[in-house]
């Protein structure tokens, strides 16, 4: 698990960007769904950041009406982005919407395939239909009491700072210390598809693929 030889041929091994495509959901502070959908088969990649609002330059202590988010990029081979709707259903409350913005819940949807429209966050207008958004809009609707989590197109997601990124692997001196011998940076952990996994296997998850960074 600490020997950056591992860390870095899991990380080559990974699909490509260009392989996988996005979903970007706002549930809440952002390290628990870091976590949680890192550990989920056929995820990738993990980042955390702002996304929802208007402000240009958001920060952690000046978010503006922006929301706190995860983006993942997956594997659609592996697993689909209405089995990501149901983790991000299951890991917040939809009855209830916090006051403060920067922890209200969101499901956001693009209008193109998502593999590259994260990296800039271009979608339409909104009014318009889409698979994702019929996907997620189905899927609250199997729940059998008023839903305040909203369904909005994703206008962009700015990242978060680095200490933000992975936050449960960053407070493991030994998985950090493995990631800075394999010469990584702090914007490739926060890329790293191996950061991901072990970032929710030291936060306690069950993760299916770690055996492979461990190998």
């Not at 800039?120 to 008023?146: F, H, Q, Y």
């Not at 978060?160 to 960053?170: C, F, G, P, S, W």
Request: glycine share 8%; net charge negative; hydrophobic share 35%.
């Amino acid at each position: 698990m600490t020997d950056p030889d591992d860390i870095r041929a899991f990380d080559t091994a990974a699909p490509t960007r260009e392989d996988t495509e996005t979903a970007t959901f706002a549930l809440g502070c952002f390290w628990g769904p870091d976590v949680t959908f890192g550990a989920v088969e056929g995820v990738v990649r993990t980042r955390v950041g702002y996304a929802g609002g208007t402000h240009e330059n958001p920060t952690y202590h000046d978010l503006g009406d922006h929301s706190e988010a995860i983006q993942v990029d997956y594997d659609p081979a592996v697993v689909s982005f209405a089995s990501l709707v149901d983790v991000a259903v299951a890991n917040h409350d939809p009855r209830r919407q916090p006051r403060k913005r920067q922890y209200q819940s969101v499901l956001f949807f693009e209008s193109g395939s998502g593999s590259e429209s994260e990296r800039e966050g271009e979608v339409d207008g909104g009014g318009e239909s889409t698979p994702e958004k019929e996907t997620i809009e189905a899927r609250l609707a199997e729940i059998p009491v008023t839903v305040e989590t909203r369904v909005e197109p994703l206008d962009g997601f700015l990242l978060a700072e680095d200490y933000h990124q992975k936050y449960n692997l960053r407070s493991d001196r030994a998985l950090l210390s493995a990631f800075e011998a394999a010469d990584y940076d702090d914007a490739a952990i926060r890329d790293s598809p191996a950061a991901a996994k072990l970032n929710a296997a030291v936060a306690g998850k069950d993760v299916p693929d770690i055996a492979r960074v461990e190998q």
